[in-house]
T-cell receptor, first 109, second 111 residues
């Protein structure tokens, strides 16, 4: 079993829908990251969480440390949100990240 | 700030050739990483560095070497390229606040 599991693997939705991507992990962590990989390949950091909730524009990330679970929400989704969303957890002092496999999101107009 | 800069963006190598992927960051970050991403797969750590003069192996170091002579530069060397090294390579650095910055990626094909 992978230490970081994302679901769903693929998600297709209509423009305007509320999107939820989930990340579960099985190890102790110091922080959890959500990143976005554009179709062209570039990777951008969206959030880093160690507790609670963060919001940036239409994106909301939450984490439940006790349940070892995080969610990334997108409100009022738009075709430009189409990308691969990746969850990664940081563990030790050298901060080697353990990566989820990613969720491929397609938003149709 | 330019952030993390990787070169080249695209390269085709013949089997057995060698090459160096360059990575430079201008944010004075101590931690730097090299990842590879195979099609449809997640990132795999090749090597990382916690500061100038210090490097260590990640999950998939075989066939690669790194050096870290300065804080800014973290080049990745491929010796005797093999088709299995066809992949997209990403360099990244981490701030003291644990924010991660990625280069734009280097697409490498070994034929």
């Amino acid at each position: 079993k992978n230490e970081v599991e994302q679901s769903p693997q693929n998600l297709t939705a209509q423009e305007g829908e509320f999107i939820t991507i989930n990340c579960s992990y099985s190890v102790g962590i110091s922080a959890l990251h959500w990143l976005q990989q554009h179709p062209g390949g570039g990777i951008v950091s969206l959030f880093m969480l160690s507790s609670g909730k963060k919001k940036h524009g239409r994106l909301i990330a939450t984490i439940n440390i006790q349940e070892k679970h995080s969610s990334l929400h997108i409100t009022a989704s738009h075709p430009r949100d189409s990308a691969v969303y990746i969850c990664a957890v940081g563990r030790d002092s050298n901060y080697q990240l353990i990566w989820g496999a990613g969720t491929k999101l397609i938003i149709k107009p | 700030n330019a952030g993390v800069t990787q070169t080249p963006k695209f390269r085709i190598l013949k089997i057995g050739q060698s090459m160096t992927l360059q990575c430079t960051q201008d944010m004075n970050h101590n931690y730097m990483y090299w990842y590879r991403q195979d099609p449809g797969m997640g990132l795999k750590l090749i090597y990382y560095s916690v500061g100038a003069g210090i490097t260590d192996k990640g999950e998939v170091p075989n066939g690669y070497n790194v050096s870290r002579s300065t804080t800014e530069d973290f080049p990745l060397r491929l010796e005797l390229a093999a088709p299995s090294q066809t992949s997209v390579y990403f360099c990244a650095s981490r701030s003291e606040g644990n924010t991660i910055y990625f280069g734009e990626g280097s697409w490498l094909t070994v034929v």
